[in-house]
């Protein structure tokens, strides 16, 4: 299947034992590749993804780590499918970016370290603290959003290799986008409305996965008020949401959820 640039899935020859009985056939699997994001000309990060919405990643990456305040920071960008690289020209001087770039690193799709252990200072920067209580949802919008979200995660069912971000309105999804990355599928969706000045004040962001501190910080950066998951939180990304004043909702299944932080957005429907 391909989705934008790339393709996201393709097949594999597995052979498979279950039962006592062993079988071959032909699996789906994600694909997942490297992608290196060079900023006026010199090597950023290299970051590895699924290959779609690649241009909408990075400018929500570069805005996430306050690389740019606003997508009018960037004159051009151009994906270069054939050799991995993203060409990002920006306003700023390239002394300006110099400790940024002395920073380069190296991310992966892995779950088990956190983005917020490579950096702070970006963190302190581009978080938003969400003092407003424009977004209120009931239990049933919820349960609601949460389901929609499930039923379009077309590519997981397909490869069970990926996860699903979207953002939503009470009356439903409005942008969904999936990656290997949970941090990336994040960033896609962040890249996209900047790109085309498309309002966050009034969406809620719902996530597939585990409610970790940097989907918290993520989320936080974005600028939404409530993040939806079917997974468990950590004690740091609720430490980070209490601060933060964002609503953290987890394990919505079925009829079923926990509301951990500033419940006063959510209500129950009489």
Known sequence: MS???????????????????????????????????????????TVVCSPAYIEDMVVGYLASEGVIDSFRM???????QTNGYVH?????????LHQLLQGKRYITSCCGMSRQGFIFASDSKT?????????HLTDQECFKLM??????????????????????????????????????ALDKLYGYCLRNGIS?????????????????LKVAKIGC?????????????????????ITAVGFIRAQSMNVYTC????????
């Open 74 to 80: 960037v004159q051009s960008i151009r994906y270069d």
């Open 3 to 45: 989705s934008s640039e790339g393709k996201v899935y393709g097949k594999r020859e597995v052979t498979k034992y279950a039962d006592g009985e062993q079988k071959t056939f032909s699996d789906t699997v994600a694909v997942e590749v490297p992608i290196t994001i060079k900023v006026n000309g010199e090597e950023f990060v």
């Open 147 to 184: 389901n929609e979200l499930q039923s379009e995660a077309h590519v997981f069912k397909q490869t069970g290799g990926v996860h699903n971000a979207a953002l939503a309105t009470k009356d439903g999804i409005v942008l969904m986008r999936m990656d290997i990355g949970r941090h990336n």
């Open 127 to 135: 978080t938003k603290t969400m003092k407003s209580r424009n977004v």
């Open 88 to 96: 990002v020209s920006l306003s700023r001087e390239l002394s300006q």
């Open 225 to 245: 008020e409530i993040v939806l998951s079917k997974s468990a939180p950590t004690d740091r990304a609720l430490m980070i949401a209490e601060e933060l004043e």
């Open 263 to 270: 419940s006063e957005r959510i209500y129950q429907k009489s």
């Open 200 to 216: 966050l004040t009034d969406k809620v962001m719902l996530f597939s996965g585990r409610l970790s501190s940097e989907i918290l």
